[in-house]
């Protein structure tokens, strides 16, 4: 069983950390939870603590960083496939210098068709060499293919999950079948939209009940973000809350979760490859069939 780490890293030792990249997926099951905003916030903290990131939105149906953002992607991921365009020139720059793939349709693509297009764009991506700190992505909700591949090509999954017993039950399946493909992946779940701390952390007591019963596993609690009108309105206005809002409640607890996540140890067998060679290898297992 994982062992539950109660203690987030010091600032300092963040930033003098000499990573490897590190690859989070942010998942839900279920949308319209908070993964986007957690997702951005999550991004541009690492960004401001001098890690270079890349935020992959993968979420090829509602994908809406850039939305969040304020930002007009011109290009996308098939004009990389189909050689029109760099890797260098889809990305799009977001606030504190991340660098941002917007999604697409084409982001399917890279997933469910001939391992070409997917080695078409890993070629693409190891020549332009990035050397990232860590890749944040954004995954959609459901538990299509799509969304498992980039599940299962992260070193560590933060799932979001909120009173809702919708979400409960997407939060739980969504941890069971990865648990099945992947026992050693980190789970860390984020209670949001709770009323206050107490309901967070019953919520978040009643899921590792279940997944220690059921999965034989635990998982961390990342921390709790309340239910507030300051998100709703940071959401509205396309600012990003970190660089506009940073001493509020609900980025205490992003800066407290990105401390939390790197003090995770990486799982022991750690894979070979980036995300695109990791997936191109996972297009072997069998993920079951296409449901989007
Ligand atoms: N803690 C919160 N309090 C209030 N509203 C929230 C909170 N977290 C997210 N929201 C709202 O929920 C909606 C969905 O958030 P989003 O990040 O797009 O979810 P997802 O990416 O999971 O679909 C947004 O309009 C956002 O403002
Ligand atoms: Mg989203």
């Known amino acids: 069983m994982t062992e539950v780490v109660n203690h987030a890293l010091t600032l300092n030792q963040l930033i003098q950390e000499k990573s490897t990249c590190e690859i989070i997926a942010i998942t839900s099951g279920k949308g319209g939870v908070g993964k986007t905003f957690l997702s951005i916030n999550f991004a541009i903290y690492l960004a401001q603590l001098k890690k270079k990131i890349l935020l992959l939105d993968a979420d090829i149906h509602l994908g809406n960083v850039d939305l969040f953002l304020g930002l007009r992607p011109r290009y996308t991921v098939k004009d990389v496939i189909v050689g029109e365009k760099e890797i260098e020139d889809i990305i799009i720059k977001g606030p504190e210098n991340i660098d941002i793939i917007p999604?697409?349709?084409?982001?399917k693509d890279?997933?469910?068709?001939?391992?070409d297009t997917l080695r078409k764009f890993n070629q693409a991506y190891r020549r332009f060499n990035p050397d990232y700190?860590?890749?944040?992505?954004?995954?959609g909700a459901g538990i299509s293919r799509t969304v498992l591949a980039f599940l299962l090509g992260a070193d560590k999954i933060i799932v979001v999950v909120t009173p809702d017993p919708a979400s409960i039950t997407d939060a739980y399946s969504i941890m069971k079948i990865v648990t099945q493909f992947n026992p050693d992946v980190p789970l860390t779940l984020v209670t949001n939209m709770v009323r206050n701390e107490e309901e967070g952390q019953s919520l978040f007591n009643k899921m590792n009940l279940m997944t220690e019963r059921f999965?034989?596993?635990s998982i961390y609690h990342g921390g709790s973000i309340l239910e507030s009108p300051i998100v709703a309105e940071s959401v509205k206005k396309?600012?990003?809350?970190?660089?506009?809002?940073p001493n509020t409640a609900p980025?205490?607890?992003?800066?407290n979760l990105v401390r939390k996540m790197f003090?995770?140890?990486?799982?022991?067998?750690k894979r070979k490859g980036g995300l695109?060679?990791?997936?191109?290898?996972?297009?072997?297992?069998?993920?079951?069939e296409e449901d989007e």
């Open 103 to 107: 999604a697409s349709d084409a982001v």
């Open 110 to 115: 890279l997933i469910t068709r001939e391992k």
């Open 133 to 139: 700190d860590a890749i944040i992505i954004d995954t």
């Open 215 to 217: 999965l034989q596993r």
């Open 238 to 245: 396309q600012i990003a809350m970190m660089l506009h809002q």
């Open 251 to 255: 980025m205490h607890v992003v800066r």
């Open 263 to 269: 003090r995770i140890p990486m799982p022991e067998v």
């Open 276 to 288: 695109f060679d990791r997936i191109i290898n996972l297009s072997d297992l069998n993920l079951g």
